[in-house]
């Protein structure tokens, strides 16, 4: 069964850190496209981050540009999203998604043959 689990998210202060990890299972995440997409309530996906399956380019949104970085490790088959200086517009809840056939990453995709469950990020002093 191919699926992508999110663990890592929590409460932080703004200014802090938190790492997110998406582990996958059924699949290899070296030879797909990855993608993390986040969800505030009564907004709209966003989609946040990408790493592109084909040639491991990264793709971030202007919006975490500078603050967020996005790593694979192969022999774990887990993706990371390392998240600093976090700020209360980050609040949301943040999903990993993957395409099983590698691509070059999309600017704000949002829509994977997978994603996970979500994890939920506040940031609030």
């Known amino acids: 069964q191919m699926q992508v689990v999110e663990s890592g998210g929590g409460l932080a202060q703004p200014g802090g850190s938190l790492r997110l990890s998406c582990a996958a299972s059924g699949f290899t995440l070296d030879y797909s496209t990855i993608g993390w997409f986040r969800q505030a309530p009564g907004k709209e996906r966003e989609g946040v981050s990408c790493i592109s399956g084909r040639d491991g380019s990264t793709y971030y949104a202007d919006s975490v540009k500078g603050r967020f970085t996005l790593s694979r490790d192969n022999a774990k088959n887990t993706v990371y999203l390392q998240m600093n200086n976090l700020k209360p517009e980050d609040t949301a809840v943040y999903y990993c998604?993957?395409?099983?056939?590698?691509?070059?990453?999309?600017?704000?995709?949002?829509?994977?043959?997978?994603r996970g469950q979500g994890t939920q990020v506040t940031v609030s002093s």
């Open positions: 998604a993957a395409d099983l056939i590698p691509h070059e990453c999309v600017v704000g995709q949002v829509d994977y043959d997978y």
